[in-house]
């Protein structure tokens, strides 16, 4: 299907939920219902359960592209709790369906998504360290709880008995961190089954209950090498040098102010190169970062960049002798995720605001970069919420939630909340 068909496809798709959610019941009214009241008395009382899933998962590693044991793992689980259709695609993701009502497993499906991998390397200590209520282990908030908190969500809905009007999918998703890229939610969206029949996404990363990420902050890095003929330090001195080059883009691109609103950002990050402390290197490299909560602004300075690195090369070859050859240098693309928001207005931003609120929360609206960038840059309604919760030190190996019972199970009753307000609580 050509981009702009199935664009249109998802606008369809999203208008038909955004519709049914608003002649549905309000968050309000879903979160004083019988059915949801039964729900989270069954989340308190299976919090112990819920703890015990966020350290077995945690537990199973889950580096970059290496999500495998864990996906399968999590497998087994959406299996255990009587889901249909649980599967791993071809790109990793798991995946199963609970039907509802009207749709009866045939779609269109409200997702809600947690992502597999953590940003730790191959080899971390993984293993939970527990004190009192706070569980510390890399990668245990961000995102191994919200993985059991969907798990959760699925128990809490059959013991209450909750039927929803829409499909709902649970998904394990790949590739969030990093140089994963987003791709297993670009699979999910772009070539999996389900490409053509997702109606809104909910992304459950971090903790924060209070927190709606409604718009998405796109980003694009490179990988720039800069390479010359190199040679001795004394002996070739005066001849070009890749490290003088690479300077001064690091230098003018610093010099650079990005816009503020919308906030757009950039980074020199990465660097090394180089053979010996006598000698002019042959090849370096750096790698930059670029951000915005705009696609015009990242444009703007995904250009900027690309002009300050040709003339950083092109004054280097015109400071020294280019006799053994000149400086050049080559941009690769390591990292490109898409800018987009969804509308305020939207019936997933203003449900799930009113569930915040309707469970005591200030509502915070954010930006950040997560799964719900994708389906954001194709008119997909979608936000990202937290599991509920204390946690902080993300991506530090000292990373830590607290899993206390009360505020666990009143946090994680912000998303079950969201949830079943999008798809339509049919017995309330």
């Keep these: 299907m ?25 968050a309000q009214a879903v979160v004083d219902s019988p059915a949801f009241k039964a729900a989270v008395v069954r989340l308190d009382a299976d919090h112990d359960r819920t703890v015990s899933d966020i350290i077995a998962l945690t537990e199973i590693p889950a580096p970059p592209f290496k999500e495998t044991a864990r996906g399968q793992a999590y497998l087994a689980m959406l299996k255990a709790h009587g889901l249909t259709d649980v599967e791993m695609d ?44 706070k569980l510390m282990a890399p990668g245990i908030g961000d995102d191994t709880r919200s993985l059991a908190v969907l798990l959760a969500y ?60 409604d718009q998405g902050v796109g980003s694009k890095r490179y990988h720039v090498v800069f390479r010359g003929p190199g040679g001795h330090s004394y002996g070739a001195f005066g001849m070009v040098n890749p490290m003088a080059a690479m300077s001064k883009a690091v230098v003018d691109l610093y010099a650079v102010k990005p816009s503020a609103a919308p906030k757009t950002t950039y980074a020199a990050s990465v660097t090394g190169g180089g053979t010996s402390v006598n000698a002019i290197p042959g090849e370096v490299f750096m790698d930059f970062d670029m951000r915005s909560e705009s696609a015009a602004e990242l444009a703007k300075l995904d250009a900027t960049l690309q002009a300050i690195l040709s003339e950083a090369v092109e004054t280097e070859n015109a400071a020294r002798s280019t006799r053994f050859g000149k400086v050049s240098f080559e941009a690769k693309v390591i990292g490109e995720r898409p800018a987009g928001r969804t509308d305020r207005k939207a019936a997933i931003v203003t449900a799930t605001h009113e569930a915040i ?57 912000v998303g079950l909340a969201a949830l079943l307000t999008v798809a339509g609580l049919e017995n309330p």
């Design 2 to 26: 050509r981009p702009t068909a199935l664009a249109s496809l998802f606008a369809a798709l999203a208008l038909a939920t955004d519709a049914g959610a608003a002649a549905g019941l309000s």
């Design 90 to 133: 071809p790109e990793g993701n798991v995946m199963g369906v609970r039907p509802g009502a009207r749709t009866r497993g045939k779609g269109p499906y409200v997702v809600l998504a947690a992502h597999l991998d953590t940003v730790f390397p191959e080899g971390t200590d993984v293993k939970v360290r527990r004190e009192g209520t």
């Design 154 to 213: 699925v128990r809490a809905m059959d013991a209450a008995k909750i039927t929803t009007t829409s499909d709902i999918l649970f998904v394990g998703n790949v590739g969030e961190e990093g140089a994963g890229d987003l791709r297993g939610v670009r699979y999910l969206f772009n070539a999996g089954k389900y490409k053509s029949q997702i109606s809104a996404f909910f992304s459950m990363d971090g903790n924060d209950p209070s927190r709606v990420v």
């Design 357 to 413: 609120a309707a469970l005591g929360y200030t509502p915070a609206h954010d930006a950040s970069s997560t799964d719900a960038n994708v389906p954001m840059s194709l008119g997909i309604p979608a936000v990202t919420i937290g599991s509920g919760g204390k946690g902080g030190r993300a991506h530090a190996l000292d990373e830590w939630i607290d899993v206390e019972r009360g505020p666990s199970v009143k946090g994680m009753s």
